[in-house]
Nanobody, 125 residues
């Protein structure tokens, strides 16, 4: 079955950087766009960034533009999120997600069939 496993979350100070990874298995990774989402305590889950099947197209939430970079390695079946200039407002559980093959990706949380278990990012001031 489809499995998405995130890693790379950590506690860092403001201004620091982290790289999250999402290892995929159980489906044809290169045939599906993917997204990163996050959820802070007491807040709704929100889209952070999405990427097309080849990686040629990306979309970012305004709050992370210029600081975060989404990328993928289809040969390794892995999705990445490079996060720079982190601020306490970035503190959240981060999830990767994929829709069913052939479906499109957006920053909206609906339409994603597969989710990882999440990795915690904590940024202290």
């Amino acid at each position: 079955q489809v499995q998405l496993v995130e890693s790379g979350g950590d506690s860092v100070q403001a201004g620091g950087s982290l790289r999250l990874s999402c290892a995929a298995s159980g489906y044809t990774f290169g045939s599906s766009c993917m997204g990163w989402f996050r959820q802070a305590p007491g807040k709704e889950r929100e889209g952070v960034a999405v990427i097309s099947t080849t990686g040629g197209n990306t979309i970012y939430a305004d709050s992370v533009k210029g600081r975060f970079t989404i990328s993928r390695d289809n040969a390794k079946k892995t999705l990445y999120l490079q996060m720079n200039s982190l601020s306490p407002e970035d503190t959240a559980m981060y999830y990767c997600a994929a829709p069913m093959t052939g479906r499109s990706c957006s920053l909206g949380v609906y339409g994603y069939n597969y989710w990882g278990q999440g990795t915690q990012v904590t940024v202290s001031s």
